[in-house]
């Protein structure tokens, strides 16, 4: 039986070298004879071996004989292979190993890199806000942005304008839609809470070609690139189809379980300003609910929600999904708090432990804290990256006189720890703007 299996081994390799030095045949042969009247070669110029030992790509016939006039061997330093699907090589184009450049070639291919989708919803005098966290996430993410914005008619203008003169950088692209809400019931949704804040449960509905978004609130900083919490997508389990941060770490100052009368995850509920959301999942879950023994998809949940707990609810839309997850917390992942750090973790005393330990990634400036005089630490880096454009140099800058601000601000609990809302911003800019290029 051995003897069976290596003469059918042996045969197979005779077969493939025999195949090889086809190729190889063919290859010469097109080459002596490519002179004669072959069609225009109709593909680019293969570059995956850019800097390589045979050189990058360039123009057909710029190391042919007209080039090296006194060369009897042409083609020595370059190969260049055209797949139509069988080789058309110019005069002046050599044939060796377009095998295997092809086949390098198509197995290679450089995929573009996948844009991260942000969304938010501005309604109001919140467009300055959502400017500056926009450009937060800009000054530090790595990858390509895609911003979807949601906003009130009034304010379209006012997006294009300032994003349009943001496109010498390349880095994103955005979409503006208006606020819409289900016809029949589009004055309860919008009135529900702040104004246009429920939006954010239709999302899946609307961005029904988008897989997965981030949602935040507009008066969120990104202290470190959207690139990292991007990447908690991965680490979801097959049952988990979006992630918040508790609403609370200190049950004895929580809301959720001294106050609420209705249904929260976990022990003191979540946080619905930072939310992360694999949507193909959502779209496709049947949720375990109170109203029905039926499940329910995400399209058909909502309402039936709002009806029955709407005398019970205080915030509105992040009510309604603390409810949703209580009843299916299998598919809520929880992330800590120091990606949606919050005034209410430092205003009695700090206790987000992981902002100690590694400063903030995500500031949370809710209860206007940015626009009054209440948190003037939070406040201090709102203005500093409002201020800030986006020339290397001033973002090299920003922290010197960042922490005498923040210095300022001692006098508050949240000020004691000052240090936190700059050690990740720190690296971030030294990540970003200090290090070469090559090194980023």
């Known amino acids: 039986m051995r003897r069976y299996l290596r003469i059918v081994v042996l045969c197979l390799a ?21 002179g004669g009247g072959g069609g225009k070669p109709q593909a680019a110029a293969a570059s995956w071996l850019a800097g390589g030992g045979r050189g990058g790509a360039r123009g057909v016939g710029s190391a042919g004989p007209a ?3 006194g060369r009897s061997d042409r083609c020595k330093d370059f190969s260049l292979c055209y797949w139509n699907p069988y080789w058309m090589l110019p005069s002046d184009v050599c044939g060796m190993n377009c095998f295997w450049e092809a086949a ?21 005098e919140r467009l300055e806000e959502t400017i500056t966290m926009l450009k937060s996430a800009i ?6 942005l895609q911003f979807h914005i949601f906003a009130e008619d ?32 589009a004055a309860e949704w919008k009135k529900l809470f702040k104004p246009c804040a429920s939006q954010r449960l239709f ?9 997965s978004l981030l949602y935040v609130d507009t008066d969120i900083l990104f202290l470190r690139p959207v690139d990292d919490i991007w990447s908690l997508l991965k680490k979801f389990n097959s ?31 979540v946080n619905s300003g930072v939310m992360l959301m694999n949507m193909t999942r959502m779209r496709r879950k049947y949720f375990k609910n109170d109203m029905t023994a039926v499940r329910l998809r995400w399209g058909d949940i909502l309402m039936p929600l709002l009806k029955k707990y709407k005398l019970n609810i205080t915030w509105g839309d992040q009510d309604l999904l603390n409810i949703i997850f209580f009843h299916n917390p299998e598919s809520l992942f929880v992330f800590p708090c120091q990606w949606n750090y919050r005034p209410d973790h430092c205003i009695y005393g700090s206790n987000c432990q992981e902002a100690e330990e590694e400063g903030i990634f995500i500031l949370h400036g809710n209860r206007g804290v940015y626009h009054d005089d209440k948190q003037p630490a939070f406040r201090a880096i709102y203005e500093a990256l409002r201020n800030c454009s986006f020339k290397d140099d ?4 920003l922290l010197k006189p960042l922490e005498l601000e923040l210095q300022k601000t001692v006098h508050t609990y949240c000020g004691k720890i000052y240090k936190i809302f700059i050690k990740q911003l720190t690296k971030s800019i030294q990540d970003r703007y200090d290090r070469p290029p090559k090194e980023r």
């Open 14 to 34: 005779c077969g493939f070298c025999s195949l090889l030095y086809a190729f190889s045949q063919l290859a010469v042969s097109l080459e002596e004879g490519a």
């Open 67 to 69: 080039a090296h006039p």
């Open 104 to 124: 390098f070639r198509y197995s290679l291919k450089v995929q573009p890199a996948q844009r991260m989708h942000l969304a938010v919803v501005a309604c109001g």
């Open 139 to 144: 000054i530090f993410s790595i990858r390509p």
């Open 154 to 185: 009034q304010l379209h203008d006012s997006f294009k304008g300032i994003l349009e003169s943001w496109s010498f950088l390349q880095t994103f692209n955005y979409s503006l839609y208006p606020i819409t809400f289900p016809s029949e019931n």
């Open 203 to 211: 999302l899946p509905l609307i961005l029904k070609e988008v897989d």
């Open 239 to 269: 049952t988990q189809i979006a992630a918040m941060a508790p609403e609370h770490e200190e049950p004895r100052i929580g809301w959720y379980n001294r106050f609420a009368r209705h249904p929260y995850y976990g022990k003191t509920g």
């Open 394 to 397: 001033n973002i090299r800058s």
